[in-house]
């Protein structure tokens, strides 16, 4: 069975992460399951985009793809800023030495109490609707201080090919294009500190040309937008969308004709219309998703009316996404493998599911893994991103894993 291309190595037939074997690190870690995430996997995919991206283009990471506190604070050491999503994330942003004016809280449903704590802090509020713009005004007012603000916009297309829209058509996400200007208006007079705009139309897209395309729309439409600001405009976050591959024919983003593009974006349009702007680009799983995978050791191995079930200690309760039922229309196998035994040849038809009294916790639908025995340790990739924060964890009542960063 192949490994993903993801830097992964071997040592004496076992798969190992950071250069340590699986087996030892299960030891390390007290057991199975666990998630492990690799720092140097993600520094040099940090330095890949780096690389790609026009040298002036800040990154952000999404702290929701992976909110590990001791990655977060990581991840400070390597990008420019962070988008975080709740009054949580924002605090484990503003635990590291980020600078709060580089966090963005973006997300409907912010709280009066969540806002306060955003404009205390100084944190770049990203405003999703009308009556939030009304909120984090009073917020201001009563605070004395006036708030550090971006407007989200919901664009008037949509980024194709994406895994997830979040942008374009109705949405629950952002101010509504055509609505921008009302909402601009609505700014004035108000004690904000306007920095710009947000436009985030969609995730999980493989194709460079589709990012491509979005990322010029946006460029366009906050030029239109800019004459309606408040003020010069001094931010402005063009979402990311940079997909990574799951399934068996997903290929890799180019990530160089991603890069090409947005710096004829900066010549043509973004650099001359918005001398005064910060740009940046947002990733979650880009960053993080490779980096990580999820190990649970196989506790039951038995046929029914022939097919053969591995059953593991774990299951979608930490991993939900590899069951298929994280956002998934149909469900497809996540890469997986025998850590242990990553040299021998594949043998067996299986289905490895995990321990919990549901049929939709399945892991690995009809694999050919080498034939997995009780104690064999069972390895799912593409795990460092939307693995245990986006899994019913309580779910059956079993104890959460362990989380290691290496
Ligand atoms: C979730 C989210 C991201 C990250 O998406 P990925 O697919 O993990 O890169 C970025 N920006 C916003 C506003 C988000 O909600």
Do not use: W
């Not at 208006?185 to 493989?206: E, R, T």
């Amino acid at each position: 069975m192949g490994l993903p291309a993801g830097g992964y190595g071997r040592h004496e037939g076992q798969l190992t992460v950071g250069g340590i074997p699986v087996e030892r690190l299960a030891a390390r870690v007290g057991g199975t399951p666990f998630f492990v995430y690799d720092r140097e996997l993600i520094n040099r995919r940090v330095a890949a985009v780096r690389a790609a991206l026009p040298g002036d283009v800040h990154l952000s990471y999404a702290v929701k793809a992976n909110p590990m506190p001791a990655l977060i604070q990581h991840m400070s050491g390597l990008v420019d800023g962070f988008d975080v999503a709740s009054a949580l994330e924002m605090r484990h942003a503003l635990d590291t030495p980020t600078p709060a004016h580089r966090v963005g809280f973006a997300g409907p449903g912010k709280t009066v109490e969540d806002l306060s704590q955003a404009v205390a802090a100084g944190v770049t509020i990203e405003l999703e609707s009308e009556l939030e713009i009304a909120r984090v005004k009073r917020v201001s007012a009563d605070l004395g201080i006036a708030a550090r603000v971006a407007l989200r916009v919901n664009p008037d297309f949509t980024m194709r090919g994406s895994g997830m829209r979040l942008g374009g058509g109705p949405q629950q996400f952002g101010i509504d294009s055509e609505r921008v200007p009302d909402a601009l208006a609505s700014l004035a007079g108000a004690d904000f500190d306007f920095q710009g705009f947000h436009v985030f139309a969609g995730s999980q897209n493989l194709r460079a040309d589709n990012i491509c395309e979005a990322q010029r729309g946006i460029a366009e439409l906050v030029l239109r937008l800019a004459d309606a600001a408040p003020g010069p405009v001094r931010y402005l976050n063009l979402g990311g969308g940079f997909g990574i591959p799951y399934f068996h024919r997903d290929r890799p983003l180019d990530l160089d004709r991603v890069g090409a593009n947005l710096a004829d974006l900066m010549d043509e349009l973004i650099r001359p219309g918005l001398p005064e702007a910060r740009i940046v680009v947002e990733l979650g799983r880009y960053l993080v998703g490779e980096a990580g995978v999820y190990l649970t050791r196989v506790v039951d191995r038995k046929e029914s009316r022939g097919k053969v079930f591995v059953v593991v200690d774990g299951g979608l309760h930490h991993q939900l996404a590899a069951s298929g039922n994280f956002g998934q229309v149909i469900r497809r196998n996540y890469p997986i493998a025998v850590a242990n035994r990553v040299d021998d040849l594949p043998d067996e038809t299986v289905s490895v599911v995990g321990c919990l009294c549901t049929p939709l916790d399945l892991l690995g639908d009809d694999v050919a893994l080498p034939s997995p025995g009780v104690g064999d340790l069972i390895v799912l990739f593409q795990a460092g991103a939307y693995g245990l924060t986006a899994s019913p964890t309580a779910f059956l009542s079993h104890p959460p894993p362990a989380e290691v960063l290496i």
